[in-house]
């Protein structure tokens, strides 16, 4: 009888991977945004949390019409007498906190911290959760958020559903006076430079913070998923203007706050119970201002339209 061929054999690749080291990577979260207007907000530091917005009375008349010329030499001098008024009771901002806790099993953080530091890796996820709060915080707070607190003399309603180049324009002559950028959701800008090709006017392009974004009349249009979408498929658009300087928009934080680990972000150890938990205390301080009515316009109602079953398609 003829001998049968040997049997070879091989090691097998799903035994051989109990012996190799899998590259791993960091806890990845698509909730993470740019957070632009966080970016392109100039920020204002306060003491003690509080900023007061003194403002001048707006019932006055036309103040201007009161400062005259310097007579002629011949002429006796007849100086006009006025003064300007500011408003009693202003407005005074108190920085909100934006708070969470992290709770830490030790044995987890002792047993599980390599290569990544558990504590670390925890603290970078809420952290970036904080600052999304922040970001949707400063567009929708009911107290200083952009779009709650944007004056009924600066809303308007778009013409045709869909915002279209004489929308934004409509807008800057709200904010004409040195208008900084458009805010708007990542779908409410698409609708925009679908309705600018279809026009013939595609909007051009300009990069900032090494990011290209779509202008309208020199100004960026900024994106931002903190201003919704609702059930609809409308959304708002906004137009500010910023700065002290130009007596627009802000955003306010204090300095040096206890366990501050980045401006008005602070990290502390709150210590461990009798269950070997962990705790840290997460908070960051912040608000924003708008200095003068027309610093800020809102487009109301614009329509960015509802995906259809073709994934090219809008309706």
């Known amino acids: 009888m003829a ?19 899998a ?69 005074e901002y108190s920085l909100n906190a934006v708070t969470t806790v992290l709770d830490v099993q030790t044995r ?4 599980y911290s390599h290569p990544y530091d558990q504590i670390q890796e925890q603290l970078r996820l ?15 707070n009911k107290e200083y958020g952009l779009l709650p607190n944007a004056q009924a003399g600066q809303r308007i309603k778009t013409r045709t559903g869909a915002p279209t180049p004489d929308d934004l324009d409509e807008l800057i002559t ?6 900084s950028f ?23 392009t300009v990069t900032l913070f090494g990011t290209p974004f779509l202008t309208w ?11 919704e979408v609702d059930a609809k498929g409308k959304s708002n658009i906004l137009l500010l203007r910023t700065g002290e300087k130009k007596q627009g928009v802000i955003g306010l934080f204090q300095p040096g706050v206890p366990g ?19 705790s840290y205390l997460i908070s960051l301080y912040c608000s924003s201002a708008i200095l003068t009515h027309d610093a800020l316009a809102v487009l109301e109602g614009v329509e960015v339209g509802k995906y259809h079953d073709y994934p090219d398609k809008y309706v």
């Open 108 to 111: 987890v953080s002792d047993l």
């Open 182 to 204: 458009f805010l708007a959701h990542p779908r409410a800008i698409a609708a925009f430079g679908r309705e600018c090709t279809r026009r013939g006017v595609p909007p051009p």
């Open 260 to 278: 501050e680990v980045q401006p008005s972000l602070s990290v502390r150890f709150m210590g461990i119970n009798r269950k070997a938990i962990a």
């Open 23 to 91: 590259t791993k990577t960091r806890a990845q979260w698509s909730g993470i945004t740019p957070r632009w207007l966080v970016s392109f907000l100039p920020w204002t530091p306060v003491e003690a949390g509080i900023y007061r917005l003194n403002r001048v009375k707006e019932d006055q008349g036309d103040i201007s019409a009161e400062v005259e010329c310097s007579p002629r030499r011949d002429q006796d001098p007849d100086l006009p007498e006025t003064f300007v008024d500011y408003e009693e009771a202003p407005r």
């Open 174 to 179: 709200k904010v004409w006076k040195e208008p």
């Open 217 to 227: 009349r020199g100004l960026p249009l900024v994106p931002s998923d903190k201003l």
């Open 126 to 140: 809420l952290i970036e959760k904080v600052k999304e709060k922040q970001e949707n915080e400063l567009v929708n």
């Open 3 to 21: 001998d049968e061929p040997a049997v070879r054999r091989t090691l097998n690749e799903a035994a051989a991977r109990q012996l190799a080291n």
